[in-house]
């Protein structure tokens, strides 16, 4: 299999070092080493005909990437939704895959922190999907995983292989946050959910203002899911968030 690009035509993506998940970017470096990359270097290079296929192919093989320092319009992206509260849980706080109200998932996601006043407080966690299923079921008390007995033979299954079968895990995760969400309060959730985001090793780093996040939503290597990660108690005011779908289809999540 050919690795995937890091460079694209005289651009080369100048990478960050991280212990963490995914590939982290902070600009593009030119070949002849003098030209500036423009400022919204992910639009006007990353994005463009000539090379959004081997983008997206680099965003499939590593499941994360994250640009920084990324200038430009916003009007293509659309708001994050979803809304929380001590006492309330948004169901952006669960696991999930963009665009699960429509026939078929997107392939990446991106979800952006525009230049603004406000700094965002609250996390995104991001990790490989298996594997998420996997730390749900791992962090569910004994007592609780016996409320579904699916749930106690798909805990049994991946003791025994180290992995379920391929159609069972959305039907899994969706089991487990039934029981997770009846049995437990907000608060309550939200740790275990912690829990689950350190079993996985989620990337659960700050935003920085101007970064993107591309995330390889649904395809055949490196699946991921995101959701949203309390810091703190809920209720400060925090800055928002955008998002676009930019390998298609068009965006109705």
Known sequence: MTSPAVSFGPWRLRRVASTGLGLIVDGLDHADGVTAAPASYVDDVLLTEPHREAFFALIDAAGLVVCRQVGGDERTHAPVRGRSSRGRLSQSELYHHDGCSGPTKPRVVEIRCPYQALPRAIATAIAPFHETVHAMLEALSPELRTADPDVVAWHATLT??????????????????????????AEATRAYFRAVDARV?????????????????ANATRT??????YLEEPGRPNGRLVKRWPAGPEMHD
């Open 201 to 217: 090793g989620a990337f659960r780093e700050p935003w920085q203002m101007g970064e993107s996040r591309f995330i390889a939503n």
């Open 160 to 185: 025994a292989d180290g992995a379920l079968a391929t159609d069972d895990y959305d039907v899994a995760q969706g089991a487990v946050n039934r029981i997770v969400r009846m049995a437990m309060n």
């Open 224 to 229: 991921m899911q995101h959701r949203r990660a």
